[in-house]
């Protein structure tokens, strides 16, 4: 229903196995139905913008026969790992002091909205596992600021940025890759493994840059399908080169933004998708009164 109905409500375009494979990826792990429901909230609303997003959550949880910590705002509850029940979000209040700004060195403070916390909840499994995924949000909704925050948090991780341009090819992201990992010979072939950390981010800013040639195929995302299909890759002697630990994460405007394109859905539907919008204005004043 969502891809007949609802298709203009999607933030990227996928197939239906695109939609059951991202919500099949919060499945893990579900021992009880508010567990169960509060999965499916997240795996279906991924990839829909924020008002079919609460309107899906509400259907859901009451086919579930589960109640939302608050009936006006579905999407901020989460479920209690001490209580096992619903509870809503809570800003964490902590001012930021001059201190850790001027450690920051430029780069902003992230305040742990109900929405920040909502989207990480979101990301938080796909980044665990090292699954691929696509983050989508309009220009300035803090894409970039949510994905660096989380992994500063993991341990050991390296992070090779592509900003992609209407000219990005392959032969861009196989350079990153070889900056950021060794080539080491395997008994299953050539393999590409973390050079100075026990995991590669591979971040591709700006993924729907890149301009479709006559047959509406962008290179750089016919060669990011093989990646995150095949684990690797072939070189330009036809020979597969294996990746390890290697994570394919991507950001992106949505389609409908000038000098962006559509991406092919034989892609999408490989990859877990998130839209997240701009903080609302209760939130922006939690913002800027830390």
Known sequence: DLLTHGAEHLAIETTKA????????????????AAFACAAVRGFGSNLLPEKRAALAKDLYSWMGEAPADHRRPLDGHLSEQTGKQELYQLDERPISFDELTAMDGGAPMVRTAAVQRDEHMLAPWM??????IL???EGAGKNLLL????ASSRSTQVAVVH??????STHVIHKLSQACQMQQTQSGRVYRPKDASRVVLYLKDINLPKPDKYETAELVAFLQQLVTYQGFYDK?????????????ASMNPSTTVGRYPLSTRFTANV?????????????YSIYSS
Not at 148 to 151: C, H, I, N, P, V
């Open 128 to 133: 665990a596992r090292m699954e691929p995924l």
């Open 148 to 151: 660096s925050s989380m992994l």
């Open 272 to 284: 877990r998708l998130a839209y997240v919008g701009y903080p609302e204005k209760e939130h922006l």
């Open 136 to 138: 989508v949000g309009p």
């Open 164 to 169: 992609c341009s209407a000219q990005t090819l």
């Open 18 to 33: 695109g939609v059951v494979h991202g919500a099949l990826s919060h499945m893990a792990g579900v021992r009880s139905k």
């Open 237 to 249: 002697n036809l020979d597969f080169v294996g990746l390890q630990n290697v994570h394919v994460v």
